[in-house]
């Protein structure tokens, strides 16, 4: 079982009653010193899936102290090696969501918006994914096209929107909005450039594959959704890497930036159906996933304004899929 260190720092004297607080939670360890004349640390050892709820407890109470403060670290490992407790039986409901396998909501959120945003290395990322894309489209190279996959600038703003919306959190909503539509406007600019220097043909099969949106590609692109949030949410790497080949954004846009720079303007929208269709799958797919795992504000009436968000933004990316399977259809 994997675990973590909750490091508090609070004025001495301050936190006696957080044992008492915490009485119902299984802790792995817990110890109490002091750092300076006026400040005393406690930390927290416990596995995993106890962080969330953890956490939701200690938050409100730290936000009464004054300077006081707690940083969440993962233990890589410790001895000697606890054993977990089978008999522990949840107390209610949330007791049980919170066993599920995946990292804490916190974790969850501030790993999702350190990399979200329009940075200069963000904006050079998608230059270089676009390029490489473009290159790998032209000569018809799969294993280029690949490389420009596994760059997925544009994979983590798509997520960060899809957990804005299930926790109704505005700020980070417009922060993935903004990165994901300037890195999208960036891509197809660069694709719309390198198409008026070197015109393509209709004919290569690299892009002849993404101008011709089918039915499959709906369902692997919500499939892809799913499994990139799960990705997200148990920490995992490697199996992101597949989801960012399966659901690639930056092909189909380099794409139709190739066919409208040389002068293809049909086949180039076309292409941006199977982009516009990624973008919408993986945010659908997203808030469903991230619901179904538990993913929620702590509070009652930061509850009551995700779930509006979350049925608004279920509306939108549902129409627009109905929007797109009709296109599709016709």
Not at 177 to 188: I, P, R, T, W
Request: glycine share 8%; with cysteine.
């Amino acid at each position: 079982m994997e675990q973590r260190l909750i490091e508090i720092v609070l004025p001495e004297g301050k936190g006696d009653d957080i044992p008492e607080l915490l009485h119902e939670q299984t802790l792995c360890g817990y110890w109490r010193d002091s750092v300076g004349e006026k400040q005393a640390r406690i930390r927290i050892l416990l596995n995993r899936d106890d962080v969330e709820t953890v956490l939701d407890i200690l938050e409100p109470y730290l936000e009464g102290l004054p300077d006081a403060s707690a940083l969440l670290l993962i233990v890589e490992a410790s001895i000697p090696r606890k054993k977990e407790k089978e008999d522990a039986a949840p107390a209610d409901e949330e007791q049980e969501e919170k066993k599920a396998d995946r990292i804490s909501r916190h974790e969850l959120y501030n790993d999702i918006i350190a990399n979200t945003g329009v940075s200069s290395t963000y904006l050079l990322m998608v230059f270089l994914s676009a390029v490489i894309a473009a290159i790998g489209l032209v000569r018809n190279d799969m294993a280029i096209i690949i490389g420009a996959m596994v760059m997925a600038p544009l994979l983590i703003p798509n997520v960060g929107l899809a957990l804005a919306s299930t926790l109704g959190d505005s700020g980070l909503a417009l922060k993935s909005l903004k990165a994901a539509f300037v890195g999208l406007v960036l891509a197809l600019a660069i694709g719309i450039f390198i198409g008026l220097v070197y015109p393509v043909l209709p004919e290569n099969p690299a892009l002849a594959a993404r101008t011709n949106l089918h039915w499959t590609d709906l369902v692997l692109a919500l499939a892809s959704g799913a499994a990139g949030v799960l990705a997200f949410t148990s920490g995992g790497q490697l199996s992101l890497i597949g989801v960012m080949v399966a659901v690639a954004l930056m092909p189909p846009i380099v794409t139709a930036g190739l066919l409208f720079g040389s002068s293809m303007p049909f086949l180039g929208f076309k292409a941006l159906e199977l982009a516009a269709a990624n973008v919408i799958c993986v945010n659908l797919a997203g808030i469903v996933t991230f619901s179904l795992q538990g993913i929620r504000p702590a509070t009652w009436w930061e509850k009551s304004r995700a779930g509006r968000a979350k049925r608004r933004s279920l509306i939108i990316w549902i129409s627009l899929l109905v929007i797109l399977a009709f296109i599709l259809w016709r």
